[in-house]
Structure formats: C-alpha cells, structure tokens
C-alpha cells in the first residue's frame, strides 16, 4: 500500500466550478500536511498547509480528518490557470516530504 | 534573491555510466534536500543533507550518494546507470535545524535521460 494515495484524475471541468481532490495517508503518526502545485515540466511549489480545523485561502479550502486519515482539497470558482498537478504531501521525521502520485486537473474554457 | 538553482538543465547518459548533479540552495539556508520524480509519479524523497551531515536517506540503493559542502551547496551522484533511473531530479532547500517543518523550496530539477 502506499504512503501517501490519490485519485489520479484527470479531473476535466468548465471554468467556474468547484472541484474536490481527496488523498489518503497511511502513517497515523503522521503530523504535517500539505498541498503542493506543480504545472507541466515545472518544479512543485507549496499551495497551503492543512490544519486539522481546517483551513482556507481564496478561492482554496483545505480539511483534514485524522481519525479517517484523509486530506481534501476544494476549489471553488475554477480559473483557467489552475490548471495543474494537485500533489497531497504528508511529512515524516519532521524533515522528510512524501507526496502523493498527483491528481491532474483541467479547466477549460 | 535567486532561487534554488540546479545545473545541468537536461542531461543524456547510457546505462553504466556515472553523473553528478548539482544544486544551489536559497541564501541563507543551510539544507538541502533531493527527490526523484519519475514521469507520472510525484516526487520520491532520497536524501537530505544539513550543515554538511546527512541527515536522512530514503528507500534507494547504494549506487545513489550525496554530498554538501561548506557553502551548503550539494552533489547527488547516481553509478552504473540504469534505464529506471531516468527522471527528473528535485532539489530542494530549506532554513533547516530547530524543531518542526521548515518549508522546502524546489529548484527547477534536473531531466536525466539514461539510454
């Protein structure tokens, strides 16, 4: 089983929608969350930290449920320049990034 | 203030072969962290180095080594390439040392193609 699941998508959806990513961790003791951002042929760049009380930025919302060992991520009103690779990151040993195979996401016009 | 930089861009080795990547981390910090990212997988954690020690090696062999100098800039060395090697390779630095995350920002990556 892996560390750290996603759905790999593709998630394919009009401008203006709302669109949910979900991503499962197995590592209980796990302490950390993250989303990171990474666009074709670029590197990943941080998105938002994920709080247990959950968490918002934007237009990004972002929920984590310890006890079922899950993270979310919403975006609401999609644009067309989020279209990217949503990676769902947990740490480990405080230091150590594990990520998620991505989901890839498309809006279109 | 320059980002993390990573040299070479792009890179063509066969199997058997030996190469060195490069990477320089942000001003200021003093850790540096390497990923392999194979195409459609996300990154995979392999070393991270602070104040020149290692301080942690994920689940790859021995023919991959590290090093970082006293300027904290650093050196994967990948031996005896192998078709499965090819990817692209992440640097990453962060402030490092104390007690919790210190984010972890990326350098553009090394494409390695072994043929």
């Known amino acids: 089983r892996k560390e750290v699941e996603q759905d790999p998508g593709p998630f394919n959806v009009p401008e203006g929608a709302t669109v949910a990513f979900n991503c499962t961790y197995s590592?209980?003791?796990?302490?950390?969350f993250f989303w990171y951002r990474q666009d074709c042929r670029k590197e990943p760049k941080l998105l938002m930290s994920?709080?247990?009380s959950g968490n918002e930025d934007g237009r990004f919302t972002a929920q984590l449920n310890r006890a079922s060992q899950y993270i979310s991520l919403l975006i609401r009103d999609s644009k067309l320049s989020d279209s990217a690779t949503y990676l769902c990151?947990?740490?480990?040993?405080?230091?150590?990034?594990?990520f998620g195979s991505g989901t890839r996401l498309l809006v279109r016009p | 203030d320059a980002g993390v930089t990573q040299s070479p861009t792009h890179l063509i080795k066969t199997r058997g072969q030996h190469v060195t990547l490069r990477c320089s981390p942000i001003?200021?910090?003093?850790?540096v962290s390497w990923y392999q990212q194979v195409l459609g997988q996300g990154p995979q954690f392999i070393f991270q180095?602070?104040?020149?020690?290692?301080?942690g090696r994920g689940n790859f062999p021995d023919r991959f080594s590290a090093r970082q100098f006293p300027n904290y800039s650093s050196e994967l060395n990948v031996n005896a390439l192998l078709l499965g090697d090819s990817a692209l390779y992440l640097c990453?630095?962060?402030?490092?040392?104390?007690?919790?995350?210190?984010?972890?920002?990326f350098g553009p990556g090394t494409r390695l193609t072994v043929l």
């Open positions: 990453a630095s962060s402030l490092g040392g104390g007690r919790g995350f210190n984010e972890q920002f």
């Open positions: 590592n209980s003791a796990s302490q950390s």
């Open positions: 994920v709080y247990s």
């Open positions: 990151v947990v740490i480990e040993e405080g230091y150590k990034l594990i």
């Open positions: 001003s200021g910090h003093k850790s």
């Open positions: 180095y602070y104040e020149k020690e290692e301080r």
